[in-house]
């Protein structure tokens, strides 16, 4: 059987002080105001968003996202990655290709919210990647990626980071194409 919330004390309630609630709307809002919204997801959140999954889902929170523009994402390597079990024995190393994969899961995010792209992003190139320190267990991967362009919503540049305690782990350009199967 349902249940209904107990009913708030006013003295305890917290304050409403949405735009809303104060009777402002979209359209009251000033040039300065109407900056993209910044936003999070959860790691079922992105679940919705992409098609990866375990053992090739890479990211494990989005921390920042501004649509059409960039975001930014987390991934907690941890050595109980299948990976890790060749490469290397006894010093484990996350594979290059893998942390480019994930600067591109960030940047799937980007594009999954895009309605000008319609279809699966995959890669159609990389350039000028660069992999500046190791990545081993333990650490977490911060990864910023950015679109550069989209061309007829079919084709598109972007460049990613991802850094470890502020080092830069890996930088590179990514493009993608829009498939449809």
Same mark, same amino acid.
């Given at each position: 059987?349902? $249940?209904?919330?107990?009913?708030?004390?006013?003295?305890?309630?917290?304050?409403?002080?949405?735009?809303?609630?104060?009777?402002q709307?979209?359209?009251?809002? $000033?040039?300065e105001?109407?900056?993209?919204?910044? #936003?999070? %997801?959860?790691?079922?959140?992105?679940?919705?968003?992409?098609?990866?999954? %375990?053992?090739?889902?890479?990211?494990?929170?989005? !921390?920042? %996202?501004?649509?059409?523009?960039?975001?930014?994402?987390?991934?907690?390597?941890?050595?109980?990655?299948?990976?890790?079990?060749?490469?290397?024995?006894? #010093?484990?190393?996350?594979?290059?290709?893998l942390?480019?994969e994930?600067?591109?899961?960030?940047?799937? !995010?980007?594009?999954?919210?895009?309605p000008?792209?319609?279809?699966?992003?995959?890669?159609?190139? !990389?350039?000028?990647?660069?992999?500046?320190?190791?990545?081993?267990?333990?650490?977490?991967?911060? !990864?910023?990626?950015?679109?550069?362009?989209?061309?007829?919503?079919?084709?598109? #540049?972007? #460049?990613?980071?991802?850094?470890?305690?502020?080092?830069?782990?890996?930088?590179?350009?990514?493009?993608?194409?829009?498939?449809?199967?």
């Amino acid at each position: 059987m349902p $249940t209904s919330a107990p009913a708030a004390n006013a003295d305890t309630a917290p304050e409403d002080t949405s735009a809303a609630a104060n009777g402002q709307t979209p359209e009251d809002k $000033t040039p300065e105001d109407k900056t993209p919204e910044s #936003k999070t %997801y959860s790691l079922e959140e992105i679940q919705k968003l992409l098609p990866h999954r %375990y053992p090739f889902a890479l990211i494990d929170r989005i !921390i920042d %996202y501004v649509p059409g523009e960039r975001a930014t994402g987390l991934k907690n390597v941890t050595i109980n990655e299948p990976h890790f079990q060749g490469h290397f024995p006894g #010093k484990p190393l996350m594979p290059g290709v893998l942390i480019v994969e994930a600067m591109a899961q960030v940047g799937g !995010i980007v594009l999954s919210q895009m309605p000008s792209v319609d279809g699966l992003c995959v890669f159609a190139g !990389i350039d000028k990647v660069k992999f500046r320190r190791p990545v081993i267990p333990g650490d977490q991967l911060l !990864i910023t990626t950015e679109l550069i362009t989209v061309k007829q919503g079919r084709f598109g #540049k972007m #460049k990613s980071r991802a850094e470890v305690d502020g080092q830069l782990a890996c930088e590179g350009t990514l493009m993608f194409s829009v498939v449809n199967f």
